[in-house]
Each structure stands twice: as structure tokens, then as C-alpha cells.
């Protein structure tokens, strides 16, 4: 049992540290993003204590963006409470898809605790993972990627406008190379994919114009997302579905 047991911690330890690897990148591309995030909440008067509780807390871009410019203009709890539902709906779509990839048996705590470090790239690269998805690698991910993303928000409000508008600008434009890194590999290795990332973002485009011409104001960015992210998604699983494969557990010394 002493063995099993030693065994099950290092393997435990590997896919840590392989997360904290996979997750070191963006933890470099959150900071430069939560930096001017940062600016901007010390812009809506928000201390740096808050910005960085804030970040810690939500780790979203988008919703915090939001939030800030709402809480700019005196926004009642009420509307800044509906947006950050419309615009972070999308984690919904990727909690559930990541649920699928873990092992049925992984307790409702480690779920809960996978699920607040659920972002966009942090779900890209654990979709990416070959196989059952393990706590510890999440885990590992979050363990740089939240940190670097608080970090970055509360040097941003302390720093002010200390650096210039084109460093700031510049920073902003990491987080877009980094989502690059995480779209090209799968990409090249299967044309299904490589065709679903086109067409996602043509649709994407045209339906913004679309709904912009429309006047569509209650169409906002995060409904479009999940629209077209459930459409895009259905259409391709009925098109190419992946046939299931089971997988080999390995077997133990005892032969449970």
C-alpha cells in the first residue's frame, strides 16, 4: 500500500509540475494584460488592494474590463451583476466540456476547485492534454497563471501611468499571440479543426457587423459567443464525430 501510495503522490507531483510548465506562459501573457487592467481600475478609482482582490478573485479579463468601466460610471449592483453573467457565460460551455474530460470519480471539491481556475487558456491547454485530465494539472496551471494575473493587476494600480500609452498598448496585445500559440498546433494536425477555426472567425465577424447594423443591443459579445460556440460546435460533432476510445488504467502491483 506504501508503494501505491508513493507512486500516486509522484505521479501527483509530475502532472503539478507539467501544469505549472504548460501554465508558465500565460501566467507572462496575464501580467502584461492585467498590468493595463490594473490602469484602468486605478482610473475608475478603485484601490489597488481592490483591482488586485478583484482579480484574484474573478480571473477574467473580459468581465473585469467590464466591470471596471460600469463601476466608471455609477452602475447599480444590478446591471454590473447581469453582465458579468452574460459575459462570462462562456466558462459554462468550457466547465462542462473540461467535466467530460475528468475522471468520473474526482470528488465535487477538486471539481469546484478546477472550475474557479477555469479560463480561456487555461481550458485550451488542458483540452490539449492527451487523455483524462488530472486535478494536479490544473492545479499546477493555476498556481502560475492566477498569481501572475494578480500580480499584474496590482503593479498596473500602484504604477499608475507610469509607463508610456504605446508600452501599455503593447502589452495588451500578448494575451492575442498567446491564444495563437494555443490554436496553430491542434490546428495543423487536423483539418476539422483547422476549418472550425476559420469559419468561427468568419462568423464571428459577420455576425458582429450583422448585429451592429441591426441595432441589436441586447445581442452583447457574450451571447454571440455562446451562440455561436454551441452552433459551431453542434454542427461540427454531427459532421466529424470522434469515435470514443477507451482507455487502458494502468494496473497495480495488488492487481486492483
Known amino acids: 500500500m506504501l508503494k501505491r501510495d508513493d507512486r500516486v503522490k509522484k505521479e501527483g507531483a509530475g502532472w503539478f509540475l507539467r501544469g505549472m510548465r504548460d501554465g508558465l506562459p500565460i501566467a507572462l501573457g496575464y501580467f502584461a494584460v492585467a498590468f493595463a487592467l490594473g490602469i484602468n481600475a486605478m482610473r475608475a478609482e478603485m484601490t489597488a488592494f481592490q483591482a488586485a482582490l478583484m482579480s484574484f478573485l474573478n480571473v477574467t479579463s473580459a468581465g473585469e474590463a467590464a466591470g471596471i468601466a460600469l463601476l466608471g460610471v455609477g452602475t447599480t449592483y444590478v446591471e454590473l451583476a447581469f453582465t458579468q453573467l452574460v459575459i462570462n457565460m462562456r466558462y459554462l460551455l468550457m466547465s462542462c466540456s473540461l467535466s467530460q474530460k475528468i475522471a468520473p470519480e474526482t470528488s465535487m471539491l477538486h471539481r469546484f476547485l ?30 502560475v497563471a492566477v498569481p501572475g494575473w494578480t500580480l499584474g493587476t496590482l503593479l498596473g494600480a500602484l ?26 498546433p491542434p490546428a495543423r494536425k487536423s483539418r476539422v479543426i483547422a476549418g472550425v477555426v476559420v469559419i468561427s472567425m468568419a462568423a464571428g465577424a459577420g455576425l458582429h457587423y450583422l448585429v451592429k447594423g441591426l441595432s441589436w443591443s441586447w445581442f452583447t459579445d457574450g451571447f454571440q459567443i455562446i451562440f ?29
Open 114 to 143: 478546477i472550475g474557479y481556475g477555469v479560463t480561456d487558456e487555461i481550458f485550451g491547454i488542458s483540452m490539449a492534454v492527451e487523455g483524462r485530465l488530472r486535478p494536479a494539472y490544473s492545479y499546477g496551471a493555476i498556481a
Open 228 to 256: 455561436l460556440t454551441v452552433a459551431i460546435a453542434a454542427v461540427a460533432a454531427l459532421l466529424f464525430p470522434v469515435k470514443e476510445t477507451q482507455e487502458k488504467e494502468e494496473v497495480s502491483e495488488n492487481g486492483e
Open 159 to 184: 504604477l499608475g501611468n507610469a509607463l508610456p500609452a504605446r508600452a501599455v498598448s503593447a502589452l495588451s496585445v500578448a494575451l492575442y499571440a498567446m491564444f495563437l500559440a494555443i490554436i496553430l
